[in-house]
T-cell receptor
Framework: QKEVEQNSGPLSVPEGAIASLNCTYS??????FFWYRQYSGKSPELIMS????GDKEDGRFTAQLNKASQYVSLLIRDSQPSDSATYLC???????????FGTGTSLTVIP | GAVVSQHPSRVICKSGTSVKIECRSL??????MFWYRQFPKQSLMLMAT?????????EQGVEKDKFLINHASLTLSTLTVTSAHPEDSSFYIC??????????FGPGTRLTVL
């Protein structure tokens, strides 16, 4: 069974700190990985996509992918209270075009 | 770019009635649309994948006769919840994709069945 797993949290970090979110997946053949942010009562919004091993940086966000270890992580530098949300990891398998989501990690940035 | 809309944003209906939710890609042609359901404090659950002009592919455990999906054009997909019951109350979210990668989400429809 294909699975995407995240620590549900909650994760609390002080304002200005680095928040680290992790995700593991079961299908070694997965090819595309995404991080979405979801505020309470809202739909997810795409933050980052990553397709190859290594780091990908976009502003305060860095996605890290290690296909050999089957994990993908998201680092948020200089965390702000507005970053408080649930972060969803999504994996697109090699077959088909469906995404499968983890259960999400709740992040709270404390002012 | 890549804006997806949903209508209605919120609906309250009586048990036994049917509810239709529309999902539109506003500035791109969506080759594939997806329908998700999300219960409180839970993650997104994929219900079905819909390609324009063909029958939707439903995930295991999702009743295709209860959740009717129509994808009549490259910019519109509809989800009809037939004979809704209180246990169908949930947050329904569509997403659209025009390539092999990113999905763009609509704002969601909150359904409450009394």
């Amino acid at each position: 069974q294909k699975e995407v797993e995240q620590n549900s949290g909650p994760l609390s970090v002080p304002e200005g700190a680095i928040a680290s979110l992790n995700c593991t997946y079961s299908d070694r053949g997965s090819q595309s990985f995404f991080w979405y942010r979801q505020y309470s009562g809202k739909s997810p919004e795409l933050i980052m996509s990553i397709y190859s091993n290594g780091d990908k940086e976009d502003g305060r966000f860095t996605a890290q992918l290690n296909k050999a270890s089957q994990y993908v992580s998201l680092l948020i530098r200089d965390s702000q209270p507005s970053d408080s949300a649930t972060y969803l990891c999504a994996v697109k398998w090699n077959t088909g075009n469906q995404f499968y989501f983890g259960t999400g990690t709740s992040l709270t940035v404390i002012p | 770019g890549a804006v997806v809309s949903q209508h209605p944003s919120r609906v309250i209906c009586k048990s036994g009635t049917s509810v239709k939710i529309e999902c539109r890609s506003l500035d791109f042609q969506a080759t594939t649309m997806f329908w998700y359901r999300q219960f409180p404090k839970q993650s997104l659950m994929l219900m079905a994948t819909s390609n324009e002009g063909s029958k939707a592919t439903y995930e295991q455990g999702v009743e295709k006769d209860k959740f009717l999906i129509n994808h009549a054009s490259l910019t519109l997909s509809t989800l009809t919840v037939t004979s809704a019951h209180p246990e169908d109350s949930s947050f329904y979210i569509c997403s659209a994709s025009y390539g092999l990668n990113e999905q763009f989400f609509g704002p969601g429809t909150r359904l409450t069945v009394l």
